[in-house]
């Protein structure tokens, strides 16, 4: 499992949750300050002008202690409708990406697919990056023009 932070520029930070473990708030929150690092060292001036942070509701990123370590950060939470995966731009944009370069491929090893993970992240030009965030705000918009409902639509997905 591999947690994912980037933004429209690039990859943040990639963290992998050991083999046989779960995603807890304690583990998330543990990742806050982890990505407050990467993105004073790779995005200089960005912590300054303010981050916006997005993420979906599932229970460990809305627990008690998560929610502290944002805060803690300084990162201001952009609020994520309740049932609606399509406005997580890591299910809708990036990771459908990845399923695909990853499918039908053989891997000795964890790591070795967690090379392939990093090599084609890595690789992609920052427009890609730069699409995902335009992505979210359609999707966005059209969840508020539709007063929440759930707005998944195939136009909007990775293209």
Not at 34 to 48: F, P, T, Y
Not at 55 to 80: C, K, T, W, Y
Not at 127 to 154: Q, S
Request: net charge negative; with cysteine.
């Amino acid at each position: 499992m591999a947690s994912i932070f980037w933004d429209s520029e690039g990859i943040l930070l990639i963290d992998y949750l050991e083999r046989g473990t779960n995603i807890t708030g304690q583990y998330y929150a543990a990742l806050i300050p982890k990505l407050r690092n990467a993105i004073k060292e790779k995005r200089r001036g960005k912590l300054r002008r303010g981050v916006l942070f997005h993420h979906d509701n599932a229970p460990a990123h809305r627990s008690a202690v998560a929610m502290a370590a944002i805060q803690q950060a300084g990162f201001e939470l952009v609020d994520h409708p309740h049932y609606s995966p399509d406005l997580a731009p890591s299910d809708f944009y990036l990771f459908p990406k990845l399923k695909e370069y990853l499918r039908g491929n053989r891997y000795e090893d964890d790591n070795e697919v967690m090379d392939a993970v990093e090599s084609l992240l890595q690789d992609q030009d920052k427009t890609v990056f730069f699409k995902g965030i335009e992505a979210l705000e359609k999707r966005w918009t059209r969840c508020v023009e539709r007063l929440g409902d759930y707005v998944e639509n195939k136009l909007l997905s990775y293209q």
